[in-house]
């Protein structure tokens, strides 16, 4: 059972806006800031958003990120076959000494 | 570019002391500018933090694995280290080792992953 909630899976057609949610607590989400990853199959994950809402350089500005109390989303907009991917959600926890915790994943399908 | 992978024995038996290193390049692990950590991800499942080590040298782990983890900086400061005690089955996966800006922040530079596999 991951820390942070994340749908197991979303869907959109090629041009669509999806977004995916991350439900937290008070001790990481509520406190801290969320990044988010994407993982394409047989890859290593590629930070893609960072401090809630920050892109790391060559992330394209499709893609964004919002946080609000204890959730925050990510947002996909132009939806490209590439994106095709599962996306987690991730922060520091301050709870049991301090800990980095992760979503279960959601995956991405570009219908 | 900071550039990091992971090596070790794609193989450990059950009991054993699972050892993997992560080579640093383009960067001094002794550095205040990066943090250190190791990640794991089991077949078909999502990701799974396993520990950290911050410039200062604290380490923070996993509270289902801190019996039995231990990651630390090699003293000739070109690579860090995970040992993880105790394997069995549960333990394999694909483990990555990654880079921060600080204990706290994104994880922005991966390794590639190494395949490890818990069998006798």
């Given at each position: 059972q991951s820390v942070l909630s994340q749908p197991p899976s979303a869907s959109g057609t090629p041009g669509q806006r999806v977004t995916i949610s991350c439900s937290g607590s008070i001790s990481n989400i509520g406190s801290r800031a969320v990044n988010w990853y994407q993982q394409v199959p047989g890859t290593a994950p590629k930070l893609l958003i960072y401090g809630n809402n920050q892109r790391p350089s060559g992330v394209p500005d499709r893609f964004s990120g919002s946080k609000s109390g204890t959730s925050a989303s990510l947002a996909i907009s132009g939806?490209?076959?590439?994106?095709?991917a599962t996306y987690y959600c991730s922060g520091w926890d301050d709870s049991l000494n301090g800990r980095v915790v992760f979503g279960g994943g959601t995956k991405l399908t570009v219908l | 570019q900071l550039q990091v992978q992971e090596s070790g024995p794609g193989l450990v038996k059950p009991s054993e002391t699972l050892s993997l290193t992560c080579t640093v390049s383009s960067a001094s692990i002794s550095s205040s500018d990066y943090c250190w950590g190791w990640i794991r991800q089991s077949p078909g499942e999502g990701l799974v933090w396993i520990g950290s080590m911050s410039f200062r040298g604290i380490t923070y782990y996993n509270p289902s694995l801190k019996n039995r983890v231990t990651v630390s900086v090699d003293t000739s400061k070109t690579h860090f280290s995970l040992r993880l005690s105790s394997v069995t089955a549960a333990d394999t996966a694909v483990y990555y080792c990654a880079t921060s800006?600080?204990?706290?922040?994104?994880?922005?530079v991966w390794g590639q992953g190494t395949t490890v596999t818990v069998s006798s």
């Open positions: 939806l490209q076959s590439e994106d095709e | 800006p600080c204990i706290t922040c994104g994880m922005d």
